[in-house]
T-cell receptor, first 114, second 111 residues
Framework: NAGVTQTPKFQVLKTGQSMTLQCAQDMNHEYMSWYRQDPGMGLRLIHYSVGAGITDQGEVPNGYNVSRSTTEDFPLRLLSAAPSQTSVYFC?????????????FGPGTRLTVL | QQQVKQSPQSLIVQKGGISIINCAYENTAFDYFPWYQQFPGKGPALLIAIRPDVSEKKEGRFTISFNKSAKQFSLHIMDSQPGDSATYFCAASSGFQKLVFGTGTRLLVSP
């Protein structure tokens, strides 16, 4: 049971480049989400999904796209990277049941945009 | 708009002392209040959580105190240890999983 896995661990991009951050979970969780963590700002929700084929925007969605074709995978796409997207990105998953809201986080991807 | 306000930003406590981190929220619809612990280079992990039907929850050395009327909740770490040195985030959500996080508190427990 690997939990939530993220790849890559580190990435450096040039402004305007695109890339996909990968996230996978093997716990059969319905709910998956992407956060970015910036100093002094905590974790901010980018996009989330409550099941395969269903996604929605969080607090800071601009510049990012997501899709959810399977229960296990929830990739995050940066369409045209900007220096403001330099951050640490975390993927998380949990069950979609009331009373069990624990979110399990991956180890993160540290992204630098030059 | 910061829906969950956390303080202090950083905290230094002597080994064996009590660490206290406070959070205040605005949305009265919030019904789930977790605390997450994050070590450097790792993702956050759930430490303890409370729902508004109780005023206190204790798990080992960690206690959440909840004041519904004041819309505040706090984390108390008793007998703080150097291994507790980490960043702590409070959070809140309404209904399902859309957590709103505080800005974090960096705790350093000195030996």
């Amino acid at each position: 049971n690997a939990g939530v896995t993220q790849t890559p661990k580190f990435q450096v991009l040039k402004t305007g480049q695109s890339m996909t951050l990968q996230c996978a979970q093997d716990m059969n969780h319905e709910y998956m989400s992407w956060y970015r963590q910036d100093p002094g700002m905590g974790l901010r929700l980018i996009h989330y999904s409550v099941g395969a084929g269903i996604t929605d925007q969080g607090e800071v969605p601009n510049g990012y796209n997501v899709s959810r074709s399977t229960t296990e995978d929830f990739p995050l796409r940066l369409l045209s990277a900007a220096p403001s997207q330099t951050s640490v990105y975390f993927c998380a998953s949990s069950y979609w049941t009331s009373g069990n809201n624990e979110q399990f986080f991956g180890p993160g991807t540290r992204l630098t945009v030059l | 708009q910061q829906q969950v306000k956390q303080s202090p930003q950083s905290l230094i406590v002597q080994k064996g002392g009590i660490s206290i981190i406070n959070c205040a929220y605005e949305n009265t619809a919030f019904d789930y209040f977790p605390w997450y612990q994050q070590f450097p280079g790792k993702g956050p992990a759930l430490l303890i959580a409370i729902r508004p039907d109780v005023s206190e929850k204790k798990e080992g050395r960690f206690t959440i105190s909840f004041n519904k009327s004041a819309k505040q909740f706090s984390l108390h770490i008793m007998d703080s240890q150097p291994g507790d040195s980490a960043t702590y985030f409070c959070a809140a959500s309404s209904g399902f999983q859309k957590l709103v996080f505080g800005t974090g508190t960096r705790l350093l427990v000195s030996p």
